[in-house]
């Protein structure tokens, strides 16, 4: 393996990764631009949504480097390259596919594989993930995660799925580095990306950082 690249700035800085996921990307432009006034500057649009990789292409042209704007559930070398060549500053995944993650590390690109057991949170560590996303966290909940730092503490884990604002808090305090929130997060806000929907948007990303900043920060990882 080169070097591992390391966890994307605007996710160490913040601890939070947003979750654009939508029926389609009209709505997204105006939400990245939401999230971005609330503090919220790592963003991950995912590959489901239609129009994705023309999306993630404006919202990085319109928000500049400050934003970090990523593609997410990237499952194929396909999606990677399509995803790079559009922009992306970063790769998420639901699953460890070794191929994607080495492929991303060798082009120093942070790519952050889904993985559930110690096994799989090993494997993805092994082929380069500059951190591993636990998917889908809410199914075990923050003791979970815990189970999992206490044999591999050395590993860093993204705490996503079935994550609610109210919910960030106690995933790091249990040694999550970070936390991805999307459709709690957005409430709607991309598909009815009104001046009422978006200023409320912009005010949770205000107290969600509020609430990540009054963690304990023993979790974070530089990785």
């Known amino acids: 393996m080169t070097e591992r690249p390391a966890l994307t700035p605007q996710l ?3 601890r939070v990764m947003a ?3 939508s029926a389609d990307a009209c709505g997204l432009p105006a939400v990245a631009r939401a999230l971005a006034a609330g503090g919220v500057t790592c963003l991950e649009i995912t590959l489901t949504t239609a129009g ?3 999306a993630l292409a404006a919202v990085r042209a319109e928000l500049g480097p400050e934003v970090a704007v990523g593609a997410g559930t990237v499952i194929t070398a396909e999606q990677a390259r399509d995803a790079l060549a559009a922009g992306a500053e970063f790769l998420v995944a639901p699953v460890v596919d070794t191929g994607v993650v ?3 590390a060798d082009r120093g690109v942070p790519c952050y594989p889904g993985a559930w057991t110690p096994t799989e949170v090993a494997q993805a ?3 380069g ?3 591993v996303k636990l998917f889908p966290a809410g199914t075990g909940g923050p003791a979970h995660l815990r189970q999992l730092r206490a044999p591999l503490p050395g590993i860093p884990l993204v705490a996503v799925g079935g994550v609610g604002v109210d919910e960030a808090r106690e995933y790091l305090d249990a040694g999550a580095c970070a936390v991805g929130i999307g459709s ?3 409430r709607g806000a991309d598909q009815d990306p009104t001046p009422r929907t978006l200023d409320a948007l912009t005010t949770r990303a205000r107290t969600l950082l509020d609430a ?3 963690t304990a920060r023993g979790g974070e990882a530089s990785a």
Request: aromatic content about 4%; glycine content about 4%; charged content about 25%.
């Open 184 to 186: 709690p997060l957005l």
């Open 102 to 104: 080495r492929n991303a």
């Open 12 to 14: 160490g800085r913040t």
């Open 125 to 127: 560590w092994r082929a």
């Open 52 to 54: 994705a990789l023309d």
């Open 19 to 21: 979750i654009l996921r």
């Open 129 to 131: 993930a500059a951190a």
């Open 212 to 214: 990540v900043r009054a």
